[in-house]
Structures are given as structure tokens and as C-alpha cells.
């Protein structure tokens, strides 16, 4: 399956992988960010059982310096 | 929290209680590590953050989780580069889930040449936010009306601007925020504007509860030592308002008495 992650494609990705597996993919540390999956948020109590689907549209954001 | 040891003069903003008065920003820094130590010079206890999209292409990249600690650092995530109401309220539900912050800094931008908040749409999104459970500190113009109407929405701090975002001017309309400091019964909080320790302690004679500022001290030549400039600042300038200044004169008044002279 695809998805779009911050504006980026990615292929190939397995069927059903579920939010912890994509951000292992990914390398990134679930403690620190946030994700929103076609504009819903996704709790973090439920990284390891929300289960992703083909052409989901998925942000991730963190907190970065600002005034 | 650092600083803990408290004192009766302190700075409430809606459920939370702060012993400084500054509030910092943690852009423009040369690295998260100055930030830090500036952090730490200037005694403050709230940084304001934005909200970002995390790259993907580089997850090693530095995060400024790593350097300030946000369990004993606010963090005040703020909505720059919102333009609308529903922008702000997405941006803040995704930094209360990525840190659990219930206090944000709603700012609603509008010509980046001056970077004057849009008030029309500025209240819109703080009835959103405060809809949505959120306790919201306003960027605003140093407008007593406007001040006043975030206020009776439920504002938990209004923060009018000293000067246009990043300016280094200084307190430009001493008339306007004196008449928001004297109407409110929330914290008002300079933002925006101060470009050196005098600006700041300007604020808070005019009897301000606090002033977040960003690149007065980022862009110090030592942002270290400015930052702990801006802390003797916010408490010289509060001290003094709490003293309660003497009365101007026309003329001079000898300090020596001039009876008994030989």
C-alpha cells in the first residue's frame, strides 16, 4: 500500500501496518511527536492497534523553536 | 519546576502559577543548546514552541525536546502561521496530544511585512480554542476594546504588542497598554516589540504582569548575557511599579537639607 506522509509518497509499504510500524519504519520516536491521520488525530494509546489503510494522508508534526 | 522557592508575588495564568514574569521564545537561536542556556540565564519558566511537520527524510535531526525539558519547562505552543480559526484549533489539538498542553498562545497573523495580528479573526479562533477546553493567552493589538472583548470571552492572558513581531522598537504606545493594564482582571503580557532590558522594564512599570520576548535575546551578540539582563529587567521593572514610583516635579528639590547650613 502507499501513503503520504508530511507530502512525501511512500510505496511499497506493507498492507494493514499499524501506526507503531510505520513510525519504527520511519525511525521516529513515538514519546515526541504527534499524528494526525486524514485530518483525525490518532491517540498514542492506540499507536499499536490502529491499523493503516492504502492512500491514508498522514502528518506528523513535533514542536520546533517559535516566538 | 525550576525556581521553586516560592514567593507571594506570583504570575497566575489561568491553572497555572509561575514565580518569573518573563516569558521566552525559542526561535532564531544559533542551536538549541544557546536556547537552552538562555533558557537557564533567564530564570523564565515558560518557552514559547510552534508546531511543525517533523522530517521525515532526517529523523536524527535534533529536537527541541532533547535540550528543554518540557516537564519542567512549559512549553506554550503557539498557532504562528495559522491564518483561520479552524487552522489554530488543529494545530493546538495536535500539540495537546503530542504534549498534553492545555495553555496555548493563540496568534492569528496577517501581512508579513508587520506581522499586526488579525483581530477579526483572532477572536473567532479564541472562541473556538476556549470552546474546544482550551486556556488561551492572546496575541493582540494594543487595542483596550479589543483587549477588553477577548477578555470578557475568557481569555486566561491578553498580550498586546509593544512593537511590530521581531522590531527591537520598544514599548511604542505607553498610553494603550497602560489602559489595557488598567482594565484587565487576567494577566496582561507584553509580546512582541522589546529590543533591550530598559523596553522591558518599561513594560512592566506600566504595571504589565510579565513580557514574553524572543529576538531580543536571540539575536543579542551574547543572547546569555541578555538573557539574564531581561530577568533582572522583568524584576527591576515589577519592583518598581510595586513601589510605586515618586511624583514628577517641575523643578528641583534638594535632597540635603538646606537648614542649619554653616
Redesign the interface.
Known sequence: MYLI????RYDNLEDDMTMSELLDY???PAK?????RN?E?I??STYNTVRLNDGDIM????????? | MKNSIKSDDTLKVGSHEFNSRLIIGTGKYTNYKQNSDALNASGAEMVTVAVRRVNVSDPNKPMLVDYIDPKKTVYLPNTAGCFTGEDAVRTLRLAKEAGGWNLVKLEVLSDPKHLYPDMEETLRSAELLIKDGFEVMVYCSDDPVFAKKLESMGCVAIMPLGAPIGSGLGIQNKVNIRLIVEQSNVPVIVDAGVGTASDAVIAMELGCDGVLMNTAIANAKDPIKMALAMKHAVIAGREAYLAGRMPTKKYADPSSPLAGLI
Open positions: 506522509v508530511n507530502g512525501h520511519l525511525k521516529l515526541k511527536i504527534a499524528i494526525e485530518r488525530i491517540s498514542k502528518e506528523i508534526i513535533h514542536f520546533i523553536g517559535g516566538g
